[in-house]
């Protein structure tokens, strides 16, 4: 399986920007989908963009669509989530997941980073 790791995350204010990385370590990372989530205290965890192996096919959820672009360099191991025009409402900790789909539910993602802590200040 691969390893992940987020990083990218801190606080801006409303109306900036940030860019997350999720570093792969292991084998094969070209192979997998990778996703992204994130969790708000007190609520559950949702998706937020995902990606195939190749980076031919993206999805995202209506809440960042236009605002959030997922990438990823198979040469790096790494997959970005670029994050503009950020609003208070998108506060939570992100993670990210590998799996064999892009699919937007978590379940079938059996590798997940630690998370990292997006802020947003209004």
């Known amino acids: 399986q691969v390893q992940l790791v987020e990083s990218g995350g801190g606080l801006v204010q409303a109306g900036g920007s940030l860019r997350l990385s999720c570093a792969a370590s292991?084998?094969?990372?070209?192979?997998?989908?990778v996703g992204w989530f994130r969790q708000a205290p007190g609520k559950e965890r949702e998706f937020v963009a995902t990606?195939?192996?190749?980076?031919?096919?993206?999805a995202y959820a209506n809440s960042v669509k236009g605002r959030f672009t997922i990438s990823r360099d198979n040469t790096k191991n790494t997959v970005y989530l670029q994050m503009n025009t950020l609003k208070p409402e998108d506060t939570a900790v992100y993670y990210c997941?590998?799996?064999?789909?892009?699919?937007?539910?978590?379940?079938?993602?059996?590798?997940w980073g630690q998370g990292t802590q997006v802020t947003v200040s209004s």
């Open positions: 997941a590998a799996g064999d789909l892009h699919t937007v539910v978590p379940g079938p993602y059996y590798s």
């Open positions: 292991g084998r094969a990372f070209s192979r997998y989908a």
């Open positions: 990606i195939n192996w190749s980076g031919g096919i993206t």
